[in-house]
């Protein structure tokens, strides 16, 4: 989950509003799924292998899959084609903040697709290429935490402070139709509800809940 913190803080921005919207609420459990999922595999990747690199491969996989499957493909083209734009628009404060985050979401896909390609190169050529796996995961954790911390202090309070009622209707519509299942939240996907079951029976404890 995201550090004590800094969940207090984005609590703290939300309620100096005194308006929590349906989408920023969505976005914003996203964004703590995916932390969890992330912080997860960082510390997947500081244990190792161990002595059951079956499992460990397995389960590293099915987290770089999740991170693949829903916030690229559908959590982020929805802030770039409709929460960012108005937001630009009307608090051009923001708009260099903007623009680095939508360069971030194109580097985050060609970032996870890297290391899926980085794990099935250790995982299919050895030692060799465990380095170059770990020292990239630990850069992309860094990027994507850093990522989230932005959206979630600079322009979802601004779009709080900018946006109309008419934007806000969009938004949340929008951001219903994809809500992430894992969030325990919203109706859960009986795929993703798999691949959930699968990365926490497998993941070894404290991480998850098999064998340490």
Not at 175 to 180: E, K, P, Q, R, V
Request: glycine share 6%.
């Amino acid at each position: 989950m995201l550090h004590k913190r800094q969940r207090l803080f984005y609590i703290t921005i939300i309620k100096r509003f005194q308006l929590v919207k349906a989408s920023i609420q969505i976005i914003h459990d996203e964004h703590t799924t995916l932390a969890a999922m992330l912080r997860s595999l960082g510390m997947m990747v500081a244990r190792g292998p161990g002595t059951d690199a079956q499992t460990y491969f397995e389960v590293v996989r099915a987290m770089l899959f999740y991170i693949d499957e829903f916030p690229e493909r559908l959590h982020h083209p929805k802030e770039t084609e409709l929460l960012f734009p108005p937001v630009a628009r009307l608090a051009p404060e923001t708009a260099e903040v903007i623009a680095r985050l939508d360069q971030d979401h194109t580097k985050g896909e060609a970032g996870v697709r890297e290391l899926q390609h980085l794990l099935l190169a250790w995982e299919l050529l050895g030692e060799s290429r465990r380095e170059a796996f770990e020292n990239k995961t630990k850069r992309y954790l860094g990027f994507y935490l850093e990522h989230m911390r932005l959206e979630e202090t600079v322009i979802l309070p601004a779009a709080l402070r900018v946006l109309s009622e008419d934007d806000w209707r969009e938004l949340d519509a929008a951001f219903a139709t994809n809500c992430d299942p894992l969030t325990g939240k919203y109706p859960r996907d009986p795929i993703y509800e798999r691949l959930f079951t699968r990365i926490v029976s497998q993941a070894p404890a404290p991480i998850g809940l098999g064998e340490g």
